[in-house]
């Protein structure tokens, strides 16, 4: 299949439920249901028609704030088939930016679960735009329970003027619920509109299109190698694309099974792939790092393993030894893989065979990339410069921030706000997030390299390297450690450490021991809430 053979993912999706009716398409690790492809399109369709009942069609926006379940999974097609911007919402997001998300994509819909609701409902009265708040809940059956609260219908049972309202979704089987009725999908026209982290300030929301979907899967499916025998472990949450995409549409285009998990547990990570028979996951690099500890000795006896081909490892850069550690100690090589929101998901992989580049996130799978400096212009083999990129699998702009459109797209490039290089063989490496680069006395210094060499000592589990003022140099090198259990080190044993691998002016100045460095809902390393500490 080919990504123009689609106009749309409803058309991926029916496609597939017409060649694989009957075949498992989702196990629901967290209560054990199954959806067959025929199932699952059954209740997508449900989905579907209570959000168009409620006056939701082509261009509309519908908020996802959940956590991973088979009814996020669904409000993602439901949204999909009906032409609607499906609008994730982090789940560990505080009520002031919940309201900024959903304000800024002037969404008339929220799905949410009962546990999130509190959040969502300490700043309704600011968001006059929601017309409705659906409901997502589970059964003992295999079909979910949606309600809508409403603050539009006759009050006649209200909690703080908020009417529940149970929507009857029994009336038919999902097999036989029909589609929605057609309605014309273009590949230009958007699918989901998903907030960037906001590090540099109030988030922007980025609009991926249903043709930017479209080749990033068939992209990410081609280049593993996927077939329909392949189960993916969805354990990243379905609230950032790497999720949505590599475990979730990569497998559909394949026509593979999703195991669907409700989160990262190190203590149940194996028994789950034994369970199910996965055949590859999506990760991070604490992840892989929590298995190493958790698992000295490798895979548990008595597990069966031996079908998984591989990990992917993507959001953040992998520290080698990290990554050398989990392939020698559990006989699965990792996939390290680049990209952004702004780029669907993936754009490189790093391959697993001889020419594998280590510390490399690998070459490009379909879109163009290069090197620039600060004018534009193309770098040479190994000059570090800003990362940028083009093609199809690029967003289709900033929603309602064309100024941001216009400077990221300069040049007819987007450019990434990462540092990097390519070698001579075209291989990339990222050195650093550009806004985390360290100038110190005029040098500059990038924190993944000392965090590499932090990685390396024994006694190291975590590591974090940020730039704190200095009124000498402007900037000075401050590494945040967390040791392994039971291990005891000084400061001065850290820096030694460092003083031995690397320049002196790269080393830290100060070491700061933490119980636990912060990490964001994907167990990446949130650096800039180091500064605070």
Request: with cysteine; proline share 5%.
């Amino acid at each position: 299949m080919t990504a123009g053979a689609f106009a749309n993912i409803r058309e991926l999706l029916e496609q597939q439920v017409e060649r694989y009716p009957n075949k498992p398409f989702l196990f629901v690790e967290s209560d054990r249901r199954v959806f067959t492809y025929r199932e699952f399109d059954g209740e997508v369709n449900r989905v579907a028609a209570l959000l168009a009942a409620l006056g939701i069609a082509k261009g509309d926006r519908v908020s996802l704030y959940l956590t991973n379940s088979a009814e996020y999974f669904i409000a993602y097609f439901a949204c999909f088939k009906l032409g609607a911007w499906a609008g994730p919402v982090n789940a560990m997001l505080k009520p002031q930016e919940i309201e900024f998300i959903v304000s800024n994509s002037e969404a008339a819909v929220v799905v949410t679960q009962a546990d999130l609701y509190a959040n969502l409902a300490a700043v309704r009265d600011r968001l006059p735009m929601v017309r409705h708040v659906v409901g997502a809940g589970e059964l003992e059956s295999k079909s979910s329970q949606w309600s809508v609260i409403s603050d539009q219908e006759p009050a006649s049972e209200t909690t703080s003027d908020v009417l529940f309202m149970t929507w009857n979704l029994s009336a038919t089987t999902p097999s036989e619920q029909p589609a929605p009725g057609p309605r014309p999908l273009a590949p230009d026209d958007e699918a989901i509109i998903i907030y960037t982290s906001g590090t540099t300030g109030k988030p922007k929301g980025v609009l991926l299109t249903h043709g930017n979907l479209l080749t990033n899967a068939r992209e990410i499916a081609q280049w593993l190698q996927l077939t329909a025998d392949d189960r993916s472990l969805m354990i990243m949450p379905l609230f950032h694309v790497n999720a949505l995409m590599t475990t979730g549409l990569a497998a559909l285009w394949a026509g593979a099974s999703i195991v669907l998990a409700p989160r990262f547990s190190a203590s149940r990570h194996w028994q789950t792939i034994s369970d199910y028979g996965v055949t590859y996951f999506g990760s991070v690099a604490t992840m892989l790092s929590r298995l190493n500890h958790t698992y000295p000795e490798g895979v548990p006896a008595g597990l069966d393993t031996h079908g998984l081909r591989f990990a992917l490892c993507g959001s953040a850069p992998v520290p080698v030894e990290v990554m050398k550690t989990y392939e020698a100690r559990f006989r699965c090589p990792v996939i390290e893989g680049y990209g952004l929101s702004e780029s669907t998901c993936r754009s490189t992989f790093n391959p697993t065979n001889e020419h594998r580049r280590a510390g490399s996130v690998g070459l490009p799978i379909g879109n163009q990339m290069n090197v620039f400096d600060d004018q534009d212009h193309e770098l040479a083999p190994l000059q570090v410069g800003e990362i940028v990129m083009r093609g199809a699998n690029l967003m289709k702009g900033y929603y309602k921030n064309e100024a941001a459109t216009r400077e990221a797209f300069r040049s007819g490039w987007f450019h990434t706000g990462d540092l990097g290089y390519r070698d001579d063989e075209g291989f990339y490496y990222v050195v650093d997030r550009k806004s985390d680069m360290i100038i110190r006395g005029g040098e500059n210094i990038y924190p993944r390299e000392i965090d590499e060499v932090l990685y390396e000592h024994a006694k190291v589990k975590d590591a974090a390297t940020i730039g704190v003022p200095d009124k000498l140099y402007g900037e000075e090198v401050k590494s945040f450690v967390v040791l392994r259990d039971g291990c005891a080190a000084t400061e001065e044993e850290i820096l030694a450490h460092c003083r031995a691998r690397l320049a002196d002016y790269k080393c830290p100045k100060t070491v700061a021991f933490l119980d636990d460095i912060p990490k964001g809902p994907t167990g990446k390393l949130l650096k800039r809430e180091l500064s605070r500490q």
